[in-house]
């Protein structure tokens, strides 16, 4: 009988050790293990992507890198692999580390027996296996139930609205008796939606396919609308409504929506389980955290139910009769919404006195709130693996349009801007951040377009929106941007340049160079004087299109503003002559003439090119100078 065949990848730069190891593992009878044997993280890297290997040793510390950055590195790549880390430390720390960064064993240089080493493989191997099987059957639990849930969501909606049509009497009068058990079924109709609802919410959040939809907001107001919501329930048992939010906003950055949906159950559970009493809802800063608690004088729940009340499925204390019963889940999805905003939820309760749910979200900084985005957006491209970049937009005249406009227009201006922005970023992730003024978009890269354009556009895009809040434009902004992986790895790294970066949108373009080319003396200075009233000094004059070859041999402009009719040579030869230098052919082109042919405003508009009829307005002139430059 042939013995069994396990690949081995045995990362490790002392070749005293590696040799040993390598005995060990040959002297086995009953499992033929194939070595392959790499010095160094990089080479294994590679050895990763050319075979499949079952297990992998790997040294602590290796030429070119250490400790735990080691592990991660590899899980990242290859995250299904066992890997056995062996070192010749004992530190219990070290080892805790270890195993919580995902290794499955650590063994001891220099302790290791044939028969302890072997065994930690084969056990390693078959934990890998038995993980890797219970992951697939939850995955295809999740989808059984995403599926069968959805399947049930017409039906019931069919039947819900035929039950409503009878019971509004749409199809014929109805009596008292039929009434009453058609608003029975109706009941459980609207129970087994959110039964539905609860099933798919569950199976959405393991599966990781809710993304939070953060914002700043008061959480005080969430809680109003709650209280709201619950008002008529709460007279219906005559129980009283209490508040502790204080008088001052309490501003969290969260998915609004979602901590609704907690609150909503909390709140729904309390009242279904109290029959004399209050129902308190209060928030407070605790620290770095914003705690909120629910708490009610209903039955309680008995201690040995405490520790199992968050998960799946579990129901303590069921209410009998119509809608008493329900999933098990409210308090599942609490508890996974908490955790994937890095919140946390605890109760307390003394049985037959009452219960307080707590749950704790965290305070953030917009600082911590943009070091978050990019560590995500590392994270999501590491997998893919794809390069992208980070734009940082920052309204740096607010105080300016405070004074000017007072507060509620100056921010209704800024939360127009940035939903512009928005709007014209189908392909980019944006991330507006009111307090600190500034909005983040973060986006892959266009491997036709390169970085250089990707920036560009991105500019004109700002500026865009900018000149669609149909005011003067009132902002001036500062902008920076860094590419992942060519700026750094690490986020610290690259906001860091981000910062260094930075520079004045109005700064830059005032210091770009315009030429302007009109054979009427009269024109060019119309054009000059509407140029410098708004910033622009550094102009270049010509008189027809041989002074503008003759001037571009010495010095190539940012901007060429040109008239069509001139004399010795006309607009049209110019863009001709310019398109077929490869040095001068993306000069950006306002065309301002009285006449152009039909067949080139087509050719013009298709290649970018900007055309204004004379006699012109200067706001117009500034306006597209403003969005070309």
């Known amino acids: 009988m042939e013995n069994k065949v396990i690949k081995v990848l045995l990362v490790e730069d002392n070749q005293i050790d590696a040799q040993i190891t390598k005995e060990i593992l040959a002297a086995s009878l009953t499992i033929h293990f194939e070595v392959l044997h790499v010095i160094s993280l990089e080479k294994a890297l590679k050895a990763l992507k050319k075979e499949k290997y079952e297990v992998i040793l790997l040294d602590y510390l290796l030429p070119d890198s250490m400790g735990i950055d080691t592990i991660v590195a590899i899980q990242e790549k290859v995250p ?82 035929g039950v409503s049509l009878v019971l509004d009497e749409v199809l ?9 058990f058609l608003n029975i079924a109706l009941s459980d109709i609207d129970r087994l939606g959110r039964i539905i609802n609860d099933l798919l919410d569950i199976a959405k959040l393991e599966a990781g396919k809710v993304e939070l939809k953060r914002e700043f907001f008061d959480i005080r107001n969430v809680i ?5 919501s619950f008002a008529p329930k709460m007279e219906d048992k005559g129980l009283e409504f209490r508040l502790k939010i204080g008088t001052e906003p309490m501003e969290v950055y969260a998915d609004k929506d979602r901590i609704c949906q907690v609150l909503v159950n909390l709140v729904g559970n309390a009242i279904k389980f109290t029959q004399k009493g209050y129902i308190e809802i209060g928030v407070e800063n605790a620290g770095n955290m914003l705690q909120c608690w629910v708490l009610d004088t209903g039955d309680g729940i008995k201690e040995k139910d405490l520790n199992t009340i968050f998960a799946r499925f579990h129901q303590v204390g069921k209410i009998s009769g119509v809608g008493g019963a329900g999933t098990g889940l409210g308090l599942a999805i609490t508890k996974e919404i908490m955790e994937m905003h890095k919140g946390s939820i605890a109760v307390e309760s003394i049985w037959k006195k009452g219960s307080n749910f707590v749950f704790s979200l965290p305070l953030y900084t917009e600082e911590q709130i943009v070091e978050e985005i990019v560590e995500k957006e590392i994270e999501k491209m590491k997998k893919e693996g794809l390069s992208f970049f980070i734009f940082d937009c920052q309204l740096h005249n607010f105080e300016e349009v405070l004074e000017k ?33 500034r909005i983040v978009v973060a986006k892959e890269i266009d491997p036709v377009l ?51 970066n930075k520079i004045s949108e109005s700064e830059e373009r005032l210091n770009k160079c315009i030429m302007i080319v009109d054979d009427e003396p009269l024109i060019r200075g119309i054009l000059r004087d509407i140029l410098e009233r708004i910033g622009y000094n550094d102009i270049l004059e ?25 004399p010795k040579m006309n607009g049209y030869e110019v863009i001709g002559r310019l398109k077929e230098s490869e040095k001068m052919k993306n000069i950006p082109i306002i065309i301002v003439s009285q006449q152009i042919k039909e067949d080139k405003l087509e050719e013009y508009l298709q290649k970018d090119i900007v055309v204004v009829n004379k006699p012109f307005i200067p706001e117009d002139i500034e306006k597209f100078v403003f969005l070309i430059l």
């Open 80 to 161: 299904t692999i066992p890997i056995l880390v062996l070192t010749w430390t004992e530190d219990e720390k070290i080892i805790d580390q270890v195993i919580n960064k995902g290794a499955q064993d650590l063994l001891i240089k220099g302790e290791m027996l044939a028969g302890s080493l072997i065994r930690s493989i084969s056990y390693a191997i078959e934990r890998q296996q038995m993980l890797e099987s219970l992951k697939q059957l939850d995955r295809l639990k999740s989808e059984f139930v995403s599926s069968v849930s959805h399947e049930l969501r017409t039906p019931l909606t069919t039947i819900r609205e």
């Open 172 to 180: 014929g009068k109805i009596n008292n008796e039929q009434r009453e």
């Open 224 to 228: 109003k609308k709650v209280k709201a």
């Open 405 to 437: 406009r007072g507060k509620s227009m100056a921010l209704r201006l800024m939360e127009k801007f940035f939903n512009e922005v928005e709007t014209l970023m189908p392909h980019g992730r944006c991330f507006p951040l009111l307090k600190s003024k």
């Open 450 to 500: 390169g970085i250089n354009s990707e920036v560009v556009l991105l500019k004109k895009k700002m500026k865009s929106a900018l000149l669609k809040i149909k005011e003067e434009r009132c902002f001036d902004f500062s902008f920076g941007h860094v590419v992942y992986p060519v700026d750094g790895i690490k986020t610290e790294v690259l906001l860091k340049k981000i910062e260094e």
């Open 542 to 566: 010509a008189g027809n299109g041989c002074e503008v070859l003759d001037i571009m041999e010495e010095r190539i402009p940012d901007l060429l503003i040109l008239d069509i009719s001139m």
